[in-house]
């Protein structure tokens, strides 16, 4: 809707979304995180991360968070 866009739009957040697929790396599994939406983030390779699910949706945070 219009409004969801011009809060996404006032946050800085909007065109930020996008599809990724899970992969499977070793016993785990793993997904990319896009390059738009880890340099809005500004996440660095190698950073600590805290995972945990929420609602049926999986949250990371880092220590910046």
């Known amino acids: ?7 996404a739009k006032k946050k800085g ?5 996008a599809t990724t697929k899970i992969t499977k790396t070793g016993n785990s ?3 990319r995180i896009p390059k738009k939406i880890a340099t809005y983030l500004q996440l ?3 950073e600590e ?15 910046s968070s």
Not at 51 to 61: A, F, G, Q, S, W
């Open 29 to 31: 599994l793993a997904f």
């Open 44 to 46: 660095k390779d190698g």
């Open 13 to 17: 957040i909007w065109g930020l979304s």
């Open 49 to 63: 991360a805290y995972v945990h699910p929420e609602d049926h949706k999986l949250i990371i945070e880092t220590k």
């Open 1 to 7: 809707t219009k409004k969801i866009e011009e809060i």
